[in-house]
């Protein structure tokens, strides 16, 4: 348990009003040292940004559903690789390709809103 004493001051310039503080820590192991001031300056320079359309922050119903089948494919087509039952297999393309189908949904997860 700490405890703090606050020192605020208000620095006033023509654009920007900058409000600082700069707490102690008094049971700090450096007994005295100042922390960095906590900033906000409150301005405005008269760009306006438009809302962002609530259809386009939706992703479409049917992307999870592809995201998951993709991440499952890839798994079970790596298991299936590594126990033998596909064609031809113990073979590196098949990792590969699981993988790269693990990388897509992953990409894709990243992407989903």
Known sequence: MTVRA????????????????????????SFGRKRPAKKSVNRTDGRYTAPIPKSVKRSPRWYPVVLLVLLFLGVLVIILNFVGSLP?????????????????SVVMATRYR
């Open 6 to 29: 606050k020192a605020k001051s208000k620095l006033v310039h023509k654009d920007a009003t900058v409000d600082t503080d700069t707490s102690y820590d008094s049971f700090d192991s």
């Open 88 to 104: 031809s297999s113990p073979t590196n393309w098949y990792t590969l390709v699981g993988l790269v189908l693990i990388l897509v």
